[in-house]
């Protein structure tokens, strides 16, 4: 049993095509969220979502959509990608309340753009 | 300057030696600390977790923050080869956000047999 699942985990891509990766978690949490990890193992935030309402945009640029059709889903969506959009996404999910709000990380989709 | 800063290494050390990972951080507000260990081509997984000053313990791994000096340390004994993973600190933005986390560089940890 999967707690937090995204497809695909590869995914290679030529510059400009739009793509998308999807992430569905099963713990019955209400906060949702899209890491990025650069080719340096860096962790950076971009978005999360609590019951399907965007709560946190970093600074990421406007090709990148996330979706969140109900708190379980949060998918990303990207357009005409760029060659420094490869990296590894990770989503992740979390309790929104409490102080031991541990978040679950997905495996990972690592992003190739050629 | 980052809100959290971690040596990224890479560290090698032989297996049951005893292993010091650091963080540094910046804003003296923070409360809550973690420590995730990541395999490769794995997503991160919780370690430790801690919101307040000195010791937790956890089985081989202690977790150490000094709010005085800023300072994270995570250690880690007897180590075991299947400790070899990379260490990224993090805090976590308030109570009621959820778990929004900053995260260190990371640290690449080998423990060789």
């Known amino acids: 049993d999967t707690a937090v699942s995204q497809t695909p985990k590869y995914l290679v891509t030529q510059m400009g095509n739009d793509k998308s990766i999807k992430c569905e978690q099963n713990l019955g949490h209400d906060t949702m969220y899209w890491y990025k990890q650069d080719s340096k193992k860096f962790l950076k935030i971009m978005f999360s979502?609590?019951?399907?309402?965007?709560?946190i945009n970093e600074t990421v640029p406007n090709r990148f959509s996330p979706k969140s059709p109900d708190k379980a889903h949060l998918n990303l969506h990207i357009n005409s990608l760029e060659l420094g959009d490869s990296a590894v996404y990770f989503c992740?999910?979390?309790?929104?309340?409490?102080?031991?709000?541990?978040?679950?990380f997905g495996q990972g989709t690592r992003l190739t753009v050629v | 300057q980052k809100e959290v800063e971690q040596d990224p290494g890479p560290l090698s050390v032989p297996e049951g030696a005893i292993v010091s990972l650091n963080c540094t951080y910046s804003n003296s507000a923070f409360q809550y600390f973690m420590w995730y260990r990541q395999y490769s081509r794995k997503g991160p997984e919780l370690l430790m977790y801690?919101?307040?000053?000195g010791n937790k313990e956890d089985g081989r791994f202690t977790a150490q923050v000094d709010k005085s000096s800023k300072y994270i340390s995570l250690f880690i004994r007897d180590s075991q080869p299947s400790d070899s993973a990379t260490y990224l600190c993090?805090?976590?933005?308030?109570?009621?956000?959820?778990?929004?986390?900053?995260f260190g560089e990371g640290t690449q940890l080998t423990v060789n047999p």
């Open positions: 801690t919101y307040s000053s």
């Open positions: 992740a999910s979390s309790p929104s309340q409490g102080v031991n709000t541990e978040a679950f």
């Open positions: 979502y609590n019951n399907k309402e965007l709560i």
């Open positions: 993090a805090r976590k933005r308030g109570e009621t956000s959820g778990s929004r986390l900053t």
